[in-house]
C-alpha cells in the first residue's frame, strides 16, 4: 500500500483560511468514507481532528472540518491561530482492511 | 477516559525481535466495538500503520511487515502486545499503541509512544 500524498507545506496569516489535500485512489480514500485527519505539535502525540470524513470529535474546535471528492481529501481550518502550527496528516481505510497514513503537511502560521 | 501506555526495551540489537506491551486503563480491552491498532512514526516521518487485533483474536497487519509482525491480547491483564522480528535500522521509530473504534477507521485514543532504536 502506497501512503497517501500531501503537500509538504502549508502557511498561511492568522485569522485566515487554508485547505490541506490528502490524494489517494480508489482503492482507499475513493472506496470508503473513512477518513481521518491528525494534528501532531513537535514531540507530542498525533491527536485525531476529523474522523469519518467530517466529523469532529468532541472537543475540536469548529474551525476544522473535513471533505472528499474522488480521490482527494481536504482539511480546512479557518480563523488561523498561532496554535493551529503543526503537522497535518490524513489517514484512511483500504480495501485490504488496512489503514494508510499521509506524509504530512507542516502549517506554518505566519 | 481511557489511557494506552506503551512499554519495552528502548534498545533492540539487529537481527533481533522487538517486543512491545500497552496497558489499557480505564476501559476493558475485552469490549467488542474496539480495535487494538500498534503505529509506529520514524523520526522526521509520518506515521506508519503496523496492525489491529480484535477482540476476538483476529488480525489485520500492513502487508509490508506481515511476515514480521504478531499481536496477542492478554485480556487477564488488559493488555496487548507487538512482536516484530528480525530487526534492522529501518524498525527505528517510535511506537504507539493505540485504539480504533469499530468502524471508524480511526485511531482516537493514543498512548504515549516509545521511542525503539535498533543498533548493535
Known amino acids: 500500500q502506497s501512503a497517501l500524498t500531501q503537500p509538504a507545506s502549508v502557511s498561511g496569516s492568522p485569522g485566515q483560511s487554508i485547505t490541506i489535500s490528502c490524494i489517494g485512489t480508489s482503492s482507499d480514500i475513493g472506496g470508503y468514507n473513512y477518513v481521518s485527519w491528525y494534528q501532531q505539535h513537535p514531540g507530542k502525540v498525533p491527536k485525531l481532528m476529523i474522523y469519518?470524513?467530517?466529523n469532529r470529535p468532541s472537543g475540536v474546535s469548529n474551525r476544522f472540518s473535513g471533505s472528499k471528492s474522488g480521490n482527494t481529501a481536504s482539511l480546512s481550518i479557518s480563523g488561523l491561530q498561532a496554535e493551529d502550527e503543526a503537522d497535518y496528516y490524513c489517514?484512511?481505510?483500504?480495501?485490504?482492511?488496512?489503514?494508510?497514513f499521509g506524509g504530512g503537511t507542516k502549517l506554518t502560521v505566519l | 477516559q481511557v489511557q494506552l501506555q506503551e512499554s519495552g526495551p528502548g534498545l533492540v540489537k539487529p537481527s533481533q525481535t522487538l517486543s512491545l506491551t500497552c496497558t489499557v486503563s480505564g476501559g476493558s480491552i475485552s469490549i467488542g466495538s474496539y480495535y487494538w491498532t500498534w503505529i509506529r512514526q520514524p523520526a522526521g516521518k509520518g506515521p506508519e500503520w503496523i496492525g489491529r487485533?480484535?477482540?476476538?483474536?483476529?488480525?489485520n497487519y500492513n502487508p509490508s511487515l506481515k511476515s514480521r509482525v504478531t499481536m496477542s491480547l492478554d485480556t487477564s491483564k488488559n493488555q496487548f502486545s507487538l512482536k516484530l522480528t528480525s530487526v534492522t535500522a529501518t524498525d527505528t521509530a517510535v511506537y504507539y499503541c493505540?485504539?480504533?473504534?469499530?468502524?471508524?477507521?480511526?485511531?482516537?485514543?493514543w498512548g504515549q509512544g516509545t521511542l525503539v532504536t535498533v543498533s548493535s
Open positions: 493505540a485504539r480504533e473504534k469499530g468502524g471508524t477507521g480511526a485511531p482516537d485514543y
Open positions: 489517514s484512511s481505510y483500504t480495501n485490504t482492511g488496512t489503514l494508510v
Open positions: 469519518e470524513v467530517s
Open positions: 487485533m480484535y477482540t476476538s483474536g483476529t488480525t
